[in-house]
């Protein structure tokens, strides 16, 4: 069974631009959480969706983005990038039973020159 | 507001012996909470959770342990092999918030 995956693995975007990331749950399950991991520091609480509808949001300024697709994939944008939006960001999926059954991806390393 | 914690930032164990790596939590209201591991590129891979309504829970050569009182986890790692060497994350969750807070995390090295 796949796990969770996101694309792109790497991603180089220039100050100002925008920069779309994309996650792919595990089969079956309905929940995507976005996480933001800067180089060093720990997993900061970006988005939560669930049912195609946006859950929770953390604390980031609205350039931070998202939405997720009836087939339960999602997208997270960020717009008018900054540079210390470099950072890995991370997403995980869940079938409805929150975070005991939570799973990872490995994340796409967004740098922002 | 919410925070999880850690008391050591790095953590080195020599191979075989058993590793302990602590976290603080803050909001007394978080319920449930996990331990995972990162490797380097990899994204972070759950190793145990834990309820609030017990004080210790083992896996596969791994324990957690929950002081509800002082608010304290932590994370035993018996007969450390090489493999284990990673960034250990604690984080918690309120069921009401259904977000998990991570803490900054621990990085464990092993010594031959």
């Known amino acids: 069974e796949a796990g969770v995956t996101q694309s792109p693995t790497h991603l180089i975007k220039t100050r100002g631009q925008q920069a779309t990331l994309r996650c792919s749950p595990i089969?079956?399950?309905?929940?995507v959480y976005w996480y933001q991991q800067a180089l060093g520091l720990g997993l900061q609480f970006l988005l939560w969706y669930d049912e195609g509808e946006e859950r929770n949001r953390g604390n980031f300024p609205p350039r931070f983005s998202g939405r997720q697709f009836p087939n339960y994939s999602s997208e997270l944008n960020v717009n008018a990038l900054e540079l210390e939006d470099s950072a890995l960001y991370l997403c995980?999926?869940?079938?409805?039973?929150?975070?005991?059954?939570?799973?990872f991806g490995q994340g796409t390393r967004l740098t922002v020159v | 507001g919410e925070s999880v914690g850690l008391h050591l930032p790095t953590l080195s164990v020599q191979e075989g012996d058993n590793s302990i790596i602590n976290c603080a939590y803050s909001n007394s209201a978080s319920d449930y909470f996990i331990w995972y591991k990162q490797e380097s590129g990899k994204g972070p891979q759950f190793i145990i959770d834990?309820?609030?309504?017990?004080d210790k829970r083992q896996g596969q050569r791994v324990t957690v342990l929950l002081n509800k009182t002082v608010k304290h986890l932590s994370l035993q790692i018996a007969a450390t092999q090489p493999g284990d060497s990673a960034v250990y994350f604690c984080?918690?969750?309120?069921?009401?918030?259904?977000?998990?807070?991570f803490g900054q995390g621990t990085r464990l090295t092993i010594n031959p």
């Open positions: 984080a918690e969750n309120n069921q009401g918030a259904q977000k998990l807070v």
């Open positions: 834990i309820r609030s309504n017990m």
């Open positions: 089969s079956g399950h309905t929940s």
């Open positions: 995980a999926s869940s079938g409805g039973q929150g975070w005991t059954e939570a799973f």
